[in-house]
């Protein structure tokens, strides 16, 4: 069923407090909050720990939801900062932190990261495929070809301001889109491309 209902059913059925919505939800992103909080953690314990707190801190701010927000990307957010949190906690003792370490040594996993990594990749692209598609062109030569602003007014035949203006929007765009996710995420896809 979960897969019968578009993003956005789910998303409204969980702000109206449905419960089988958040239910289906939980059985849909659970493994992969698990999966980002152990990245973090190296800890079973703490990593579903993490979980369920995620969980209900979604319950809980499900009323600032938007229905066309991307709620992989807002669990995302909740756990990595429910994750940084309790690795806050994990340093403030030094026992906890040698485990930490002994965990970080027998288990990294960069797989995992590239998943995670991926995935906010294809968003960001489906963001990108959605900008009005001059903004969409000059995004691209800017941020993927490296060209600078002067190159791109060139050779579109078009004003260096317009070729700005065009950045600024798109740029808008797409952090008005991110806006579940952090100042950092943010400043490496603008780098990225």
């Keep these: 069923m979960a897969n019968q209902l578009s993003e956005t059913e789910r998303i409204a059925g969980l702000i109206a407090g449905d419960e089988n919505a958040f239910t289906l939800l939980y059985q849909e992103y659970s493994a992969k909050v698990y999966r980002l909080a152990y990245k973090f953690l ?5 990593s579903e720990e993490i979980v369920q707190e995620a969980f209900i801190n979604l319950w809980l701010s499900r009323q600032k939801l938007e229905t ?5 990307l807002y669990l995302y957010v909740i756990t990595k900062r429910l994750s940084l949190n309790a690795l806050r906690q994990v340093y403030k003792s030094a026992d906890l932190t040698g485990k930490l370490l002994q965990s970080i040594k027998i288990d990294h996993n960069s797989t995992e990261e590239d998943i995670l990594a991926h995935d906010l990749e294809q968003y960001t692209d489906k963001l990108i495929e959605k ?12 941020r993927i070809e490296g060209l600078s602003h002067k190159e791109i007014a060139e050779q579109l035949n078009i004003s260096q301001n317009t070729v700005k203006n065009h950045m600024v929007e798109a740029l808008k765009t797409l952090k008005q889109n991110l806006k579940y996710s952090d100042l ?9 491309f």
């Design 131 to 142: 900008l009005p598609k001059q903004q969409q062109l000059i995004f691209k030569l800017s």
């Design 68 to 72: 066309t927000g991307n709620l992989w």
């Design 42 to 46: 190296k800890s079973k314990e703490q």
């Design 184 to 192: 950092l995420f943010f400043v490496a896809l603008i780098h990225r």
